[in-house]
């Protein structure tokens, strides 16, 4: 691990002043933001970052704030993943976050880990972590595993880059209808968090999301979702310490045993949350039996092109899918 200065500062206004300017592309890496830092020591560790500062974000007032509104929920980004998974009010009114958030890794982990750092993590992808293969995440010239070791690698949004996100919590937040607020040198922006992650064939492939180099995720705001039911389903390798080969975060309202609204996000298929709005539409005014599974299914994985060695990731996120709706047609 390369040394680094190491600041803890005590407002946004401090962090955003220690960041690059906002066109500094070229030395973004320079400084870092620490969160919950699983993943950054992770990269420190490996040289995949060498930043010049590190600047850690646990002195900033409000930022683990959980906060609920009449018009839904104030997530910051220093909110731990075991504190979403812990609250009885968000489970019963969100339960495909809480159920997110607790899918992930182990207690340990949760306990550490954050809503901004499980959003802005990189890439799990093998070659990325490896440090001595320059692929296309880290400015080399092809993604490595297009070609060759892909069993975990996108079948959906893929090229030039075929990582998939790994975030257990965006799926969800994303069939929430969440927002980021986003702070930076020139002010405060909202983004939809649908729109907060962007694909390798959308603007810098070595970046998973809209922030500028001057930027940080200050929070998550959560619509109310009166009246809808949710759920979040995953299927790993093991049965903790690991991400997802596939996942659904669906969220449904129902009247008289049809649909009358429907929202279907997957993880571990695409190098962002997969929004699948054909497979939305053809829900409403269905009944949630077997021939609606199959039907949303086929349309969710319309489109998909599995490399070498995972198309296994096809029936795998149908199944989930039928899980998905299956589990909330009994609820």
Known sequence: MKNFTYVMPTSLEQVVELLPGPRDLKTRDRVKVLAGGQDLLGELKEHL??????VNLKGVPGLAD????????????????????????????HTMIAEAAGSVGSTQIRNQGTVGGNLCQRPRCWYYRHEQAVC????????FAYGGLNKYNAILGGGPSYIVHPSDLAPALVAAGATALIRGKKGERTVELERFFTLPSEGAVTRENVLAPDEVLVRV???AMAG???????????????????????ALKLDGGKVTEARLVLGGVAPVPWRC?????????????????????????EGAEPLAHNAYKLPLAKGLIAKALTKLASA
């Open 49 to 54: 970052v060498e930043p010049e500062q590190v």
């Open 228 to 250: 809808w039911k949710s759920t979040y389903v995953k299927f790993r390798e093991r049965s903790s310490y690991d991400f997802a080969l596939a996942a659904v975060a669906a």
């Open 136 to 143: 296309i995440k880290k400015g080399g010239a092809e993604c």
């Open 221 to 223: 705001d959560v619509p």
């Open 66 to 93: 959980l906060r609920p509104q009449a018009s839904g929920w104030q997530i910051g980004a220093l909110v731990t993943l075991a504190a979403l998974e812990e609250n009885t009010s968000l489970r019963a009114s």
């Open 277 to 301: 709005e054909k497979a939305e539409k053809a829900l409403v005014g269905r009944k949630l039996d077997a021939e609606t599974c199959r039907v949303v299914g086929e349309l969710a994985l």
